[in-house]
């Protein structure tokens, strides 16, 4: 069966920390020294920050649940705050898209997304996504899409800093 996908509510908090947490260690939690990654997880994936997000009215969050209803993904979209010259208050952006890697493959991701577009586009609405300079497979996902680079900027993890590339479509 496919995995459903749905709008994510306050009770999935723990659920949507926890696949934060582990889809970054899966994915990145070998280029960051303990601590700088322990700082990071905790700011980025903590109930502070998961509660915030799906109580901003600008926000919208959807939970990928596997068939026997285990949260396996997540996604964040909202109004874009990315670094660049041509952002303003009306774009949007995707800000999280993470599936766990035994649930990727068979189109859960494009599903993913297309529901997160589906939620940001509106005509005129520039859409906008950061992603990490050495995520190939996510950037040719989202070319795929329609996105290109249009710019760069340093992201902080901890101490460590990486270069994102910054990717827009509209």
């Not at 303990?34 to 919208?60: C, M, V």
């Not at 990928?64 to 949007?92: F, I, K, R």
């Not at 589906?118 to 497979?137: A, K, M, T």
Request: proline share 6%; glycine share 12%.
């Amino acid at each position: 069966m496919n995995p459903t996908i749905r709008r994510a509510t306050p009770a999935d908090a723990d659920a949507l920390c926890a696949i934060g947490r582990d889809t970054f260690v899966e994915t990145f939690g070998h280029l960051y020294p303990p601590q700088d990654l322990a700082d990071y997880l905790s700011y980025a994936y903590g109930p502070t920050r998961i509660g915030a997000d799906l109580a901003d009215p600008a926000k919208a969050m959807w939970v990928v649940e596997s068939a026997d209803g285990v949260a396996v993904g997540y996604a964040l979209a909202g109004p874009c705050d990315l670094p660049h010259d041509e952002v303003t208050s009306g774009c949007g952006e995707l800000k999280r898209i993470y599936i766990l890697k035994a649930h990727q493959g068979g189109g859960v991701g494009s599903r993913l997304m297309q529901t997160v577009f589906d939620w940001l586009e509106q005509p005129g609405r520039r859409l906008w996504i950061g992603v990490w300079s050495q995520n190939f497979g996510a950037q040719r996902f989202y070319e795929r899409a329609g996105f290109a680079k249009v710019g760069e900027y340093i992201f902080p993890v901890g101490q460590t800093k990486d270069l994102e590339f910054i990717l827009s479509r509209g």
